[in-house]
């Protein structure tokens, strides 16, 4: 369980937000909303221990971050803004490289097989400098297939991707919550998902 | 060995990946390194025994040259995409990954220079003994470059004029490795042993091995927050 | 023995520390002048004129104190940047900013008014001298410090930035030190050594102390006066410096 005391986090003078408290239990999901520049952002990096809250603390499983990174961050599957994706090589030699830094070795098969759910067949080989918006975001989210961990946190999941990409994410993600995981998402949208928790920054 | 080090060498194996699909950017360092040892005679005349003796300085320093030319781009890429972020994130040893990145970092950029460094010191007339004990001097030598030089890269990471600034905050500490590495030639040609020299170039880099990627990871994860 | 604690803390928070160093700045300021004032009479009217150097060596009164602050500077900042990494306390972050621009300027006053007494020494304005060479690096040292703080704009990153490059200098520092004193001693006639002084009459080393008792106390005042400006610029939008700063 994921749980957040007190938290207040700012940015050079700007205070974000102050005195945060929530707990996510197993097989919830958190909505974190606000507009633009609120510190959505800002929340999901202190959640996943990238950087320190001004005051407060964060706990998995009742233990704070920072006391045992290494276990923490196996449990986490982290997505951030940013692609993570090299232009220069194939989005197969994206996923089992980046996995593989993480100390995961899914093997290509099942990394062509999670490409293909998401649609992206015929294009494994092609250097990703060649993909879509879209098709790039559809890469990373294959991680969720390929790489287990019982909490995840996603920055904005649902954004650049078509119809069917999004069904395939939304029903990845309740079954990952039907399995004991735990979610945190950020999104502007309303989400196809069944109803959850809500923070409003 | 396959466990411990797992992540050390997947971290080596990625780079060196993208390494060789960027081919231009590992001959380019080459390049100029070849280039600014080749300008010095043209600066400073071609008199045989004036260029035999400034030989291993000037050797020295275009390696020092050609090591931070692609110190720039040892982490900006990957923080730029978030892949830092996510090797911060994984749950095997970051200082393990980063220091697979700088051992990647040294057989791109270090270990050419190292390969091409006789077929130069033949151009500025140098006897085969001393030759010898240049290049070895740089097979040492180099990695300690890589490796200081990745902790001012992490400290100058995202930071505006980082190419001058880390040039400013890394040479002065380059120091002790060109003093040992370029003047074990000229102790050998003095007469002096080269016993010194070797053996406090190898404890210089020893000490970086265990010491600068751990450095190297606390200024990334400050420059990550 | 809780009561030492409190006091401790109380004084690194940056609204208690700011009316403290307010207060203490104009007795180091005072006391800088005085023995400036003492040290400059001792080193200029008291002591002996050297017999081989003449007059020329009362540069040392200045060069000397100037040498010995500019590594002690680098020292204190170390110190700071270490406690500062290791408690999370913004105001040694603070003193190490404050402490840097005084450090570089003692280690330019030590590098000019050393190459103002080589001239007649050595006939030459700059010679690669062991310890010549060292000081250079530690302005170096200096600059890119300060450079690196001032090219990051979030403060609290800057600081540990800073700290981290303060940490590494100072680990460098000797190996820097030996080794070019190493490769001083390979080239040997190229360099006149410093390392030989002569002896100091008693009153040659008073007017050293009281010229580094001067430098400390300056290094001091102005490290207040600048953490005092740090503070308000770091805290402008908290309530104490409008309550009490602004006033």
Redesign the interface.
């Known amino acids: 369980m994921l749980s957040v005391s007190h938290l207040t986090c700012q940015r050079g003078e700007r205070v974000l937000f102050r005195d945060l408290s929530f707990a996510l239990p197993a097989s919830q999901w958190l909505q974190v909303a606000g507009s633009n520049g609120a510190g959505k952002t800002s929340l999901l990096r202190i959640l996943a221990g990238l950087s320190e809250p001004a005051e407060g603390q964060v706990t998995w499983k009742g233990r704070r971050l920072r006391e045992d990174r290494a276990a923490f961050h196996a449990d986490l599957l982290y997505l951030g803004h940013q692609g993570a994706l090299k232009e220069e090589l194939t989005p197969l030699e994206n996923l089992t490289l980046g996995l593989g830094m993480e100390g995961f070795s899914p093997g290509e098969e099942a990394a062509a097989e999670a490409l293909g759910r998401f649609g992206l067949q015929g294009r494994e080989q092609l250097p990703t400098r060649y993909l879509s918006a879209g098709q790039r975001r559809r890469v990373l989210l294959c991680r969720l297939m390929l790489r287990p961990a019982p909490l995840w946190i996603l920055d904005e999941p649902f954004t650049a991707l078509d119809v069917h990409a999004v069904g395939v994410l939304s029903r990845l993600i309740e079954r990952h919550l039907a399995s004991g995981g735990s979610a945190v998402l950020t999104s502007h949208q309303a989400m196809p998902l069944p109803p959850g928790l809500s923070v409003t920054l | 060995m396959n466990g411990a080090f797992?992540?050390f060498r997947?971290?080596v194996?990625?780079d060196l990946?993208?390494a060789a699909?960027?081919k231009t950017e590992v001959i380019t360092a080459l390049f100029f390194f070849v280039i600014v040892v080749n300008l010095l005679p043209l600066g400073i005349g071609p008199d045989q025994d004036l260029l035999r003796k400034i030989a291993p300085g000037a050797l020295w320093i275009g390696a020092l040259l050609a090591t931070l030319l692609g110190l720039q781009r040892l982490f900006a890429p990957d923080h730029?995409?978030?892949?830092l972020?996510?090797?911060?994130?994984?749950?095997?040893?970051f200082t393990l990954?980063i220091a697979g990145k700088i051992m990647a970092h040294w057989l791109v950029s270090g270990l050419p220079v190292v390969m091409v460094a006789p077929l130069l010191g033949v151009q500025f007339d140098l006897p085969g003994r001393s030759l010898a004990i240049l290049t070895l001097s740089l097979l040492l030598g180099t990695p300690i470059l890589s490796l200081i030089g990745a902790?001012g890269a992490a400290?100058?990471l995202g930071?505006?004029?980082?190419g001058v600034?880390l040039s400013?905050?890394i040479?002065?500490?380059y120091?002790?490795a060109l003093?040992?590495g370029a003047?074990a030639v000229?102790?050998d040609l003095?007469g002096?042993g080269i016993e010194g020299h070797f053996s406090?170039l190898g404890a210089?880099l020893l000490a970086c091995i265990v010491f600068a990627p751990w450095?190297t990871t606390?200024?990334l994860r400050?420059?990550?927050? | 023995m809780s009561t030492s604690l409190i006091n401790w803390f109380k004084f690194a928070s940056p609204a208690s520390f700011y009316p403290m160093a307010g207060r203490l700045v104009p007795w180091f300021s005072a006391a800088a002048l005085l023995l400036a004032a003492a040290g400059l009479w001792v080193g200029l009217a008291i002591a002996p004129t050297d017999a081989q150097q003449g007059e020329g060596y009362r540069i040392i009164f200045v060069h000397v104190p100037a040498s010995w602050m500019s590594m002690f500077i680098y020292c204190v900042m170390a110190f700071w940047s270490a406690l500062g990494l290791s408690f999370n306390t913004r105001l040694s972050g603070m003193m190490t900013s404050a402490l840097a621009p005084t450090g570089a300027l003692f280690a330019f006053l030590s590098l000019w008014t050393g190459s103002l007494w080589g001239k007649p020494m050595w006939g030459a304005w700059w010679v690669w001298d062991a310890r010549l060479t060292s000081q250079l690096i530690l302005f170096f040292l200096y600059l890119g410090f300060i450079a690196l703080q001032a090219a990051i704009d979030d403060p609290r990153r800057a600081d540990k930035a800073g700290a981290i490059l303060a940490l590494v200098g100072v680990v460098n520092v000797p190996i820097i030190y030996f080794s070019v004193q190493w490769w001083n001693t390979l080239h040997q006639g190229a360099s006149v050594s410093m390392t030989k002084a002569p002896s100091m009459a008693h009153t040659m080393l008073a007017g050293m102390l009281l010229m580094a008792l001067a430098f400390w106390a300056y290094t001091i005042a102005m490290a207040l006066i600048r953490v005092r400006c740090i503070i308000l610029e770091r805290e402008l939008t908290s309530e104490w410096v409008k309550k009490n700063a602004m006033e």
Do not use: K, N, W, Y
């Open positions: 797992a992540p997947q971290a194996r990625r990946l993208l699909r960027h730029q995409d978030g892949t972020e996510q090797m911060a994130l994984s749950p095997q040893p990954l902790v400290l100058t930071v505006r004029g980082s600034l400013l905050l040479l002065p500490l120091i002790p003093i040992f003047g000229e102790a003095a002096l406090l210089l450095v606390v200024a400050v420059a990550l927050e």
